[in-house]
């Protein structure tokens, strides 16, 4: 089993940048292709990116390409989400996800443990 825990969050302006983190425990981090998700309030939750167990694969939703970065460091069991040039739209909670399946996966069901979220908000 997994434990999550999300930080970074916050309230930023337009153009601002947040770098979150998810700290996990518990299990062997590196066997886990990690993902972020993000819900806005009346939405369903979305994917935002994902990296595989190495690294060496990375897949973004389509809006974030250019402005978001997902990494991993392994030997600190972390998963980062870089978030720059911010906009009101990406104001959401956001997770983080772990998944044990053979490839990387954009959908939610597809991921076996989940964060508590972090809260970002960015005003115009």
């Known amino acids: 089993q997994v434990q999550l825990v999300e930080s970074g969050g916050g309230l930023v302006q337009a153009g601002d940048s947040l770098r979150l983190s998810c700290a996990a425990s518990g299990s062997t981090f590196s066997s886990y292709n990690m993902g972020w998700f993000r819900q806005a309030p009346g939405k369903e939750r979305e994917f935002v990116a994902v990296?595989?167990?190495?690294?060496?694969?990375?897949y973004y939703l389509d809006s974030v390409k250019g402005r978001f970065t997902i990494s991993r460091d392994n030997a600190k069991n972390t998963v980062y989400l870089q978030m720059n040039s911010l906009k009101p739209e990406d104001t959401a909670v956001y997770y983080c996800a772990a998944d044990s399946g053979f490839v990387s996966s954009y959908r939610e069901n597809d991921y076996d443990y989940w964060g508590q979220g972090t809260q970002v908000t960015v005003s115009s």
């Open positions: 990296i595989n167990r190495s690294g060496s694969r990375l």
